[in-house]
Each structure stands twice: as structure tokens, then as C-alpha cells.
């Protein structure tokens, strides 16, 4: 079954502070991996966009990984902020196809 | 550029009441795809179009229908109203294989 799965479900952090979020996926074949941020209320926004041969993308203070072999990717948020807080979402897409398959998210909330 | 726009933000249903959910985009992109997000659920796609005329089904389409008479609209019609149909809906469209999400109406029936 094609699926995509993130963990954690939920983390809190403090500002400034470094966090890693993951992401494993069944889907197959596969063509490539998003990760969007959703702000509370409002629709997703892309972050980064790699495709199979990619194996890192950054914007900003967010870095992307992505291990093909192993199914596996990770968000990387270096020294967050307040504005950090949000869901971020991992988005697997078929080969070939304009076919999404959406994880449920990681819940980040950033404190001061 | 407005990008995807969403129109209600809001709205509350009575069961077997209709309704349309209107998104419009300006990025004159040819794909537009509306999704559902429940509670602890990933967006789940209803209904996808690759071009004014064209529109399919998704992994969801029950309930629902669409139609892209210009490349800029995508409305989604609700016909008999459902609890089940209790949610989140975004519009997207996409170019370049990178979509772009409107603001989302949630929508809830009673």
C-alpha cells in the first residue's frame, strides 16, 4: 500500500533551538518528495521539491534529505523561530504522474 | 498576483442542503485539484483537472462534483449535503510540478 508517514506526530521546542523531522514512504514508483509547511487556518506551502536523484535541498534555515534506497527523508529547521510553529507535511508523488500522497504531519510548536 | 483564491472561508450546512465551493486562480496554470483534510488526515484529492473542459476523479470523488468551463475557475458542488462531508477543502493548481494552495474553506454539516 502506498503510504507516507511522519514522525514525530507532535514536538515542542524552544527558540533558537535545532529540530529534525522524518518522514518514511512505501510509495512506488516514485517520482519525488515535497515537504509543505501549513501555518494553523491557512492552505500548504511548499518548502522543497526533490526529486530521486536528489539527496539535500535547503531554503532558508530548512534543509531536506532525502535517501531514495532507504525510502526516508528529513527536515532539518536550524535555529527556529516563533514563526516556525505550524505543520509540516510530507508529499510523496507517483512517477510520472501528477498523483499526490499527503502524510498527516508533524505538529512543531516553537516557545519562547 | 492573488495566486489560488477560496471562496466561503466559511460556511455551515443543514444535511441534504446544497452547495458551491468557488477557487479561482491567476496563474493561468492548466492543473487545478480540489483536496479534503479531516482532522489527523492527509489531504485526500477529490476531483483533478488538467485543462478547461477536462476534469477527473480522485481518490475521493463521492458526494461531489466539478466542473472547469475557463482555466481560471474550479468550482466543487456539493449536492446532498453529509455529515461526512465535515472538513477542510483546498484548491490547488500547479505548474512545473509544484502546486499552489488556496486558503481553504472549512466546511461544516449539521
Not at chain 2, 41 to 51: E, P, R, T
Request: aromatic share 10%.
Amino acid at each position: 500500500k502506498n503510504q507516507v508517514e511522519q514522525s514525530p506526530q507532535s514536538l515542542i521546542i524552544l527558540e533558537g533551538k535545532n529540530c529534525t523531522l522524518q518522514c518514511n514512504y512505501t510509495v512506488s514508483p516514485f517520482s519525488n518528495l515535497r515537504w509543505y509547511k501549513q501555518d494553523t487556518g491557512r492552505g500548504p506551502v511548499s518548502l522543497t521539491i526533490m526529486t530521486f536523484s536528489e539527496n539535500t535541498k535547503s531554503n532558508g534555515r530548512y534543509t531536506a534529505t532525502l535517501d531514495a534506497d532507504t525510502k526516508q527523508s528529513s527536515l532539518h529547521i536550524t535555529a527556529s523561530q516563533l514563526s516556525d510553529s505550524a505543520s509540516y507535511i510530507c508529499v510523496v508523488s507517483f512517477y510520472n504522474t501528477d498523483k499526490l500522497i499527503f502524510g498527516t504531519g508533524t505538529r512543531l510548536q516553537v516557545f519562547p | 498576483n492573488a495566486g489560488v483564491t477560496q471562496t466561503p472561508k466559511f460556511r455551515i450546512l443543514k444535511i441534504g442542503q446544497s452547495m458551491t465551493l468557488q477557487c479561482t486562480q491567476d496563474m493561468n496554470h492548466n492543473y487545478m485539484y480540489w483536496y479534503r483534510q479531516d482532522p489527523g488526515m492527509g489531504l485526500k484529492l477529490i476531483y483533478y483537472s488538467v485543462g478547461a473542459g477536462i476534469t477527473d476523479k480522485g481518490e475521493v470523488p463521492n458526494g461531489y462534483n466539478v466542473s472547469r468551463s475557463t482555466t481560471e475557475d474550479f468550482p466543487l458542488r456539493l449536492e446532498l449535503a453529509a455529515p461526512s462531508q465535515t472538513s477542510v477543502y483546498f484548491c490547488a493548481s500547479s505548474h512545473n510540478n509544484e502546486q499552489f494552495f488556496g486558503p481553504g474553506t472549512r466546511l461544516t454539516v449539521l
